[in-house]
């Protein structure tokens, strides 16, 4: 399955490098160029992953971010529609800190800050199909006050049958009301080889000051065969959003020579949203792996807001260790 808690307390995302006291150390480098009519800039981006396994039990990770952000083109700064944010800045900053506790031989308590479980695109530039990223993820990321698509609380993924079920207590996700909590609800099932299914929710508080998506349900699917993987990804949300849909086709052509296609719209509720009109993404993407640990990649990028269509192409070099 492509993304359950109780995969990620494996903490075996990338070769590591190991020190004494059974501590490994693993990350990348994220390099980009993007230009279109606003800039023509490079940047760069980087992450460090420490991780540790004293017992046989608890696994402790934490990931730090690093970025020099060249007039924010990089990938971990465009906004929901592709679009390079920010100035010329460098920082550091935690995406991940978090302890796994093998409670059960089928049960796994994750506690700390960790990647947002809802949704089907990940964090990190590795595991992304595309240099940008799609609406959806936007979106949630937008949902979520800490740095990132993360979320802080605790959870519990356990095996049920064919499926994992994943239960999260989590600090109130956009940080409207400090005194209430965000409960996470995950379902993942592979019911025949190939085909992965996510079923998500999460709650969240919202103020007339600072309207939220509210609650959120996200279906997505993934299915792969004979080197095509098709995607599609759905999210209902309560308030600012009233539905996003992303479709995705990718191809291996060879073993180091990928391509991918994604679509995504975005329904707003009008209510909320002064009358925006619904946005649309459609992304180009090639990619070849150079090296066992070094990709590079290529991409063109239109976002129409209804009004305007803004095109975007974008390089990357993304260096594993």
């Known amino acids: 399955m492509k993304k359950r808690l109780i995969a990620i307390a494996t903490l075996a995302a990338l070769p590591a490098i190991s020190f004494a006291g059974g501590a490994t150390v ?8 993007t230009n279109d009519n606003d800039i023509s800039a490079f940047g760069a981006a980087a992450e460090i992953d420490v991780e540790n396994k004293l017992s046989d039990k608890v696994s402790v990770r934490v990931d730090t971010d690093l970025s020099l952000t060249g007039n924010g083109a990089t990938s971990s700064t465009l906004d929901e529609d592709g679009n390079p944010t920010g100035t010329s ?3 550091a900053t935690i995406e991940q800190a978090f302890f796994a506790f093998a409670a059960h031989e089928k049960v796994t308590v994750l506690g700390g800050v960790f990647n947002n479980p809802i949704g089907l695109e990940k964090e990190d530039a590795p595991d992304m199909p595309a240099i940008s990223k799609g609406q959806i993820w936007g979106i949630l990321d937008g949902q979520t006050a800490l740095y ?36 996470a609800l995950v379902a993942n099932v592979t019911p025949v080889k190939g085909l992965d299914l996510e079923l998500g929710y ?3 508080e919202d103020t007339d000051a600072t309207p939220t998506a509210g609650n959120v349900v996200d279906f997505n699917a993934v299915y792969s065969i004979a080197g095509a993987t098709v995607s599609l990804d759905y999210l209902a949300g309560e308030n ?6 992303e479709v995705g086709l990718g191809y291996a052509v060879t073993d180091k020579i990928g391509v991918y296609a994604r679509y995504d719209v975005v329904d707003y509720n009008k209510d909320y949203m002064n009358d925006k009109k619904d946005t649309t993404t459609t992304t180009l993407y ?7 640990n070094l990709l590079v990649a290529a991409e063109y990028h239109i976002a129409d807001d ?11 070099f993304i260096a594993t260790f």
Do not use: C, H, R, W
């Not at 693993?26 to 160029?33: H, L, N, P, V």
């Not at 600012?240 to 849909?245: E, I, R, T």
């Not at 209804?306 to 990357?316: P, V, W």
């Open 286 to 292: 090639a990619s070849y792996q150079l090296a066992s």
């Open 89 to 91: 800045t460098s920082a």
């Open 148 to 183: 990132g698509n993360n979320v802080a609380g605790v959870a519990a993924a356990a095996a049920v049958g064919p499926a994992t079920i994943t239960l999260g207590v989590l600090n109130d996700i956009g940080n409207a009301d400090n005194e209430k909590n965000s409960f």
């Open 240 to 245: 600012v959003v009233d539905s996003a849909v």
């Open 26 to 33: 693993s990350g990348f480098a994220d390099i980009t160029y």
């Open 306 to 316: 209804g009004n305007d269509d803004d095109a975007m192409a974008g390089l990357e």
């Open 202 to 204: 999460v709650t969240q």
